[in-house]
């Protein structure tokens, strides 16, 4: 005989009475299920408070009749959760009437148990594999806005400097460097797609895991000026570099620091006034921690925008060609990749205006790590 798989879930069951339906309660029980049972009263707030994934709605129910109940599950945020109705009524008008009020089956009582549990199932497994491809599309919409944003900023400095390249006056000892900028940011966006593929391509199981990476910040933060040394001078920014150590490391990987890096870089670079400064700071966060300051002289952040300033597709007002080349994602994915390594990422407001931007990271020893 072929083995039956039953696909568990979290069952509300609504009904007149506690005794009502005992034996429904215990065969769900009985299928490993999660059950919670109540009143017709309490059917929304405990649908609200539980989000099961499937509802059984028993009727008549003193005090709600079912019917409305039904119509106040559909009208409330669980209107997408199946609603299994049982009823005594036995007109063809008031079946219809429940599947026009949003249930996805009618069983008439006397019913049987097992007719019951199949339908059950068959709700239950349709709504949990839509659960399953509604993460799916989340998780491919996450990736797809993570390989665009993690794309641009090399594509933005291939831009510049072919704009560089092109420009009537460009100064030849400058040309070297321009299609220096063009090969590093051309291989570097080709190594993202690779690991994207990669990564992919296999499990997550399956994919290297180094439990020691760290980044030295020194490191970093002249990586930083090489990069973007053009690109500020461009836009009339002065880099300054300060560090009370050359030998701080922190524990996370040596890509993704520069990513972080890269957006605050970026992020002045779209906002801070021409004939302003850039202070890139390293120095000692609270106790086991590095912190890598970015801060400018430039507008700020307004108090209004300050709640919103880490949040995913918010852009601060600024310039139209800044808002057109702006994801809104560098702030929100720089915060959640300093969180996932056990660190912070914030925002200050300085004296006498400026935006001031601060990442903390726990220490590292570095004699183990792997970049």
């Known amino acids: 005989m072929p083995h039956r798989v039953v696909t568990k879930g979290r069952v509300l069951v609504v009904m007149p009475e506690p005794s009502t339906d005992a034996v429904l309660v215990q065969r769900l029980l009985q299928d490993g299920h999660h059950v919670e049972v109540c009143g017709g009263d309490a059917a929304v707030a405990t649908a609200v408070a539980q989000q099961p994934d499937l509802i059984v709605l ?24 199946p609603v ?4 005594i009524a036995h007109d063809h008008q008031r079946l219809l009437n429940a599947f026009a009020a949003g249930a996805v089956a009618c069983i008439r009582k006397p019913y049987d148990d097992n ?6 199932r068959v709700h239950l497994s349709l709504k949990l594999t839509q659960d399953r491809l509604a993460q799916v599309a989340r998780e491919r919409e996450e990736l797809l806005n993570l390989v665009a944003h993690d794309l641009k900023n090399p594509l933005a400095s291939v831009l510049f400097a072919s704009e560089m390249l092109a420009l009537p006056d460009c100064k030849p000892e400058r040309r070297p460097r321009y299609l220096q900028i063009i090969d590093d940011s051309t291989r570097e966006a ?10 992919q391509a296999k499990p997550a199981s399956a994919l290297p895991r180094n439990t020691h990476t760290c980044a030295h910040l ?5 990586w930083l000026a090489a990069r973007y040394e053009l690109q500020l001078e461009a836009s009339g920014l002065h880099l300054h570099i300060h560090t009370t150590s050359s030998t701080a490391c922190v524990a996370i990987s040596d890509q993704l620091m520069r990513q972080v890096g890269e957006n605050l870089v970026s992020n002045a670079l779209k906002y801070a006034r021409a004939g302003g400064e850039l202070e890139l700071l390293i120095r000692n966060g609270r106790q086991g921690t590095w912190q890598l300051v970015a801060q400018d002289r430039g507008p700020g952040v307004s108090a209004d ?23 809104g994602l560098g702030l929100a994915l720089s915060r959640q990749w300093i969180a996932n ?3 912070n990422l914030w925002y200050e407001d300085r ?3 400026g935006a001031r931007f601060v990442v903390e990271l726990p220490e590292a020893d570095c004699a183990h790590c792997f970049g």
């Open 218 to 222: 020194a490191d970093i933060v002249q």
């Open 341 to 343: 390594a056990g660190g």
């Open 351 to 353: 004296e006498e205006r």
């Open 84 to 87: 299994v109705f049982l009823t």
């Open 305 to 327: 925008f300050q709640a919103n300033l880490f949040q995913p597709f918010q852009r601060a007002a600024g310039p139209a060609e800044v808002n057109d080349h702006s994801s």
């Open 115 to 120: 007719e019951v549990l199949a339908h059950i």
């Open 58 to 81: 028993d009727t008549p129910l003193p005090g709600a009749v079912g019917l409305p109940v039904l119509g106040a599950l559909q009208q409330s945020s669980v209107r997408a959760i």
């Open 190 to 199: 080709l190594g993202y797609i690779r690991s994207y593929l990669q990564s």
